[in-house]
């Protein structure tokens, strides 16, 4: 059986100094953990194995027990970016993507969800401008950040 390097405390970006002895590349899907075995680029495999769920941010590191840092970067995704003619289409704009509990990480001048053509195409006629990038993502907390919830639209 092959043995695991654990990791059991996060530094936040910034918070660390020195040279990472690795790096692991993930979604914001999967900088959302509390146990998982990571991959670094190296090939190294790492047993993440936090207390409780931690949302890993671009930069953060993880910490090995025998020193070192392995840092955390954020992949690139497929996103929507969408921006408007004014501030206040772009605050009309939130309020829509809000109102569909959208996942969006938000800019002064743009908003960032992931990709969804239906999503895209009612924005559009909201006024929205969109863009199809490739960014790394790492959307707003909101109330519900950290918290086991869920909806129900069966209504």
Not at 10 to 18: C, L, M, T, V, Y
Not at 52 to 74: F, K, N, S
Request: hydrophobic residues 45%; without cysteine; proline residues 4%.
């Amino acid at each position: 059986m092959t043995t695991m390097t654990p990791i059991t405390r996060i530094a936040p970006a910034g918070g660390w100094a020195g040279f990472a002895a690795d790096m692991v590349v993930l979604d914001y899907d999967g900088r959302h953990r509390r146990r998982v075995v990571l991959t670094g680029v190296s090939g190294t495999r790492y047993l993440l194995d936090l207390a409780e769920a931690a949302h890993l941010r671009d930069g953060d590191g993880l910490l090995l027990a025998e020193g070192g840092v392995v840092q955390v970067i954020a992949k690139a995704e497929p996103l929507l970016e969408v921006r408007a003619g004014t501030p206040e289409g772009l605050l009309r704009l939130a309020w829509h993507i809000g109102n569909r509990h959208l996942a969006a990480q938000v800019f002064e001048d743009r908003i960032l969800i992931r990709r969804d053509h239906v999503i895209a195409h009612m924005l559009e006629h909201q006024g929205a401008r969109i863009r199809e990038i490739e960014a790394p993502f790492d959307p707003e907390g909101g109330a519900y950040h950290g918290h086991q919830h869920s909806h129900d639209h069966a209504h």
